[in-house]
T-cell receptor
């Protein structure tokens, strides 16, 4: 909920701009990554995922980029809309850890008109 | 509508008073899990269940119990709640058939305050 977002880094963007949310993951053995969106007062919602054998994956208005060399993941949102305002989490799955996801603390995205 | 339902959504209780947070999913998912979410921290897994009668500890299981007697239900039990269990709790589920089981379907959350 909203109280969770108060302690998080915030990215502020203008409506219509592109947003880039970054995430550093911890384990070089991680083989699967997911981005979740959490709106105020709601549970996390799946946005997009990527496997470690890929560098890039595109969805509708979203793109995830994976750089395994520096253990970095990013979520790009095109033409950001007010409805995109939320907390965004990345999560990693360590190889062999079926359904065991390690979640990042999250980034709050604030979209201004 | 496919969903994960948690109850109660909000609860204020006192130290030591046993409580149960229910979780039910209507998607016939094998895997279910409980997380807690605290300010500045990511979701941390409390317990998970791969199927009926199969449960295992997550990263922060102390002070919690679970049971999985039916596929659709996965209640979280706090036998003797303490103030450090004040948190936002999420139940999640996913089908076991996928090799990468990461797409979790989350409930709306249960905000628990222990005084």
């Amino acid at each position: 909920g909203e109280s969770v977002g108060l302690h998080l880094p915030t990215l502020s963007v203008q409506e219509g701009d592109n947003s880039i949310i970054n995430c550093a993951y911890s384990n070089s053995a991680s083989d699967y990554f997911i981005w979740y969106k959490q709106e105020s007062g709601k549970g996390p919602q799946f946005i997009i995922d990527i496997r470690s054998n890929m560098d890039k994956r595109q969805g509708q208005r979203v793109t995830v980029l994976l750089n395994k060399t520096v253990k970095h993941l990013s979520l790009q949102i095109a033409a950001t809309q007010p409805g995109d305002s939320a907390v965004y989490f990345c999560a990693e799955r360590v190889r062999g850890g079926y359904n065991k996801l390690i979640f990042g603390a999250g980034t709050r995205l604030a979209v201004h008109p | 509508e496919a969903q994960v339902t948690q109850n109660p959504r909000y609860l204020i209780t006192v130290t030591g008073k046993k409580l149960t947070v229910t979780c039910s999913q209507n998607m016939n998912h094998e895997y279910m899990s409980w997380y807690r979410q605290d300010p500045g921290l990511g979701l941390r897994q409390i317990y998970y269940s791969m199927n009926v009668e199969v449960t295992d500890k997550g990263d922060v299981p102390e002070g919690y119990k679970v049971s999985r007697k039916e596929k659709r239900n996965f209640p979280l039990i706090l036998e003797s709640p303490s103030p450090n269990q004040t948190s936002l709790y999420f139940c999640a589920s996913t089908p076991a058939r996928t090799a990468y089981g990461g797409e979790l379907f989350f409930g709306e959350g249960s905000r628990l305050t222990v005084l």
